[in-house]
């Protein structure tokens, strides 16, 4: 079971704006930088955010990201078809001492 | 291009033993970490293991701790994944990605991921 808590699936209609939250603890989003991957279905994952709100070269500016405390998010504006993936949350835990995934979260562009 | 390319999947018994190759090109490997992601069928990712760019230090998962060692030769480019005592939970897609930094602290996230190689442990 992941230490990093998503919720299971968001669905919202074309050029909306959804939001994926994720929630954690000191020992992992409280005290390091927060990832955020994109895996379409039946590929390989891809970085869509790093250091909490950085997007890495090439990646659509409809993504952004941000954090408070022990929970980040994921936003996506302007929601497409092509949107249609699920999305992980990812940080280094201390306690662990090893790198955790969040429980993922399928968005639905309805 | 950068890419990475994994190798060395495949059926194979409980209690046995496997090892995964990634072949890596486009970049300096030896100054980035580098890590094993594994996805079991249906279900999310998996962080399993990282190696700092020189292979100095070593980080592991509890769940596979003292059953796989991971270890990179960078006069060839090429990550490994050594596993032993495998049980069917380790059933997965197994993904070699590239961090961003030496070390694997994950601050900066893994850029480049390899198409995955499958494992499926069963008798």
């Known amino acids: 079971q992941s230490v990093l808590t998503q919720p299971p699936s968001v669905s919202e209609a074309p050029r909306q704006r959804v939001t994926i939250s994720c929630s954690g603890s000191?020992?992992?989003?409280?005290?390091?930088?927060v990832n955020w991957y994109q895996q379409l279905p039946g590929k390989a994952p891809k970085l869509l955010i790093y250091y909490d709100d950085l997007l890495p070269s090439g990646v659509s500016d409809r993504f952004s990201g941000s954090k408070s405390g022990t929970s980040a998010s994921l936003a996506i504006s302007g929601l497409q078809s092509e949107d249609e993936a699920d999305y992980y949350c990812?940080?280094?835990?201390?306690?662990?001492?090893?790198?955790?995934f969040g429980t993922g979260t399928k968005v639905t562009v309805l | 291009e950068v890419q990475l390319l994994e190798s060395g999947g495949g059926l194979v018994q409980p209690g046995g033993s496997l090892r995964l190759s990634c072949a890596a090109s486009g970049f300096t490997f030896s100054s980035y970490a580098m890590s094993w992601v594994r996805q079991a069928p249906g279900k999310g990712l998996e962080w399993v293991s990282a190696i700092s760019g020189s292979g100095g230090s070593t980080y592991y998962a509890d769940s596979v701790k003292g059953r796989f060692t991971i270890s990179r030769d960078n006069s060839k480019n090429t990550l490994y994944l050594q596993m032993n005592s495998l049980r069917a939970e380790d059933t997965a897609v197994y993904y070699c990605?590239?961090?961003?930094?030496?070390?694997?602290?994950?601050?900066?996230?893994?850029?480049?991921w390899g198409q995955g190689t499958t494992v499926t442990v069963s008798s």
């Open positions: 990605a590239k961090d961003q930094l030496f070390q694997p602290a994950g601050d900066y996230g893994m850029d480049v």
């Open positions: 990812a940080a280094w835990d201390d306690s662990l001492n090893g790198y955790v």
């Open positions: 000191s020992s992992n989003i409280g005290n390091n930088a």
